[in-house]
C-alpha cells in the first residue's frame, strides 16, 4: 500500500480578503493532502517585524528595509519548498510582493497559478503568460487542486 503523496501549496499576494480561508475550506473539504502556506498577514507584525527585532530605525525607508528582508526569509524558503504557488492579485491595492513572488517562482521552475479578478488580465499579462493556469476564483484553485492531486 503507497502512501499518499502531501503536496505543498505556497499562497502569495493580496492579504485584504479571505481568498486563503476559501481555498483552506475547499481544499479539507476534499479532503486533499495539501499543506498550505503564505507569508506572515497580519499587516502590522509583517511591517514591524525588523524594527522588533533587529531594532528601532529613524527613517522609514531602513525600517522597511529590515522588515522586507526578515519577511523574505520566511517567503522564499516557503517558495523553494512548494510543490505549486499560487498568486492573487487583487483590485485595490499595488501588490509588488506578490509580482516579486510569481517571477521568484517561474525563475525556481515553481508550477504557478495566477488569481485575479477579469478587470487585471491587461495589466497582469505577462505574468498571466508565465502561469499554467489563470483562475478567476478560489473555488478554481481549488478544483484545479483536485485535478492535479487525484486525477
Known amino acids: 500500500m503507497s502512501k499518499e503523496r502531501i503536496w505543498s501549496v505556497y499562497l502569495s499576494g493580496e492579504i485584504h480578503s479571505d481568498w486563503r480561508a476559501e481555498i483552506r475550506r475547499g481544499v479539507e473539504a476534499a479532503e486533499l493532502p495539501v499543506i498550505l502556506d503564505g507569508p506572515v498577514t497580519d499587516h502590522r507584525a509583517s511591517d514591524e517585524c525588523g524594527v522588533e527585532i533587529l531594532g528601532p530605525e529613524e527613517e522609514k525607508f ?8 526578515i519577511n523574505a526569509l520566511r517567503t522564499r524558503t516557503l517558495i523553494r519548498h512548494a510543490d505549486l504557488v499560487v498568486v492573487r492579485f487583487g483590485e485595490k491595492y499595488k501588490q509588488w510582493n506578490a509580482a516579486f513572488d510569481a517571477g521568484y517562482a517561474v525563475a525556481l521552475g515553481k508550477p504557478l497559478i495566477v488569481l485575479h479578478d477579469p478587470a487585471l488580465t491587461h495589466a497582469l499579462k505577462e505574468i498571466d503568460a508565465a502561469a499554467l493556469a489563470v483562475a478567476r476564483e478560489p473555488s478554481e484553485i481549488v478544483a484545479i487542486l483536485q485535478y492535479v492531486i487525484r486525477a
Open 62 to 69: 531602513w525600517k522597511d528595509h529590515k522588515g522586507a528582508k
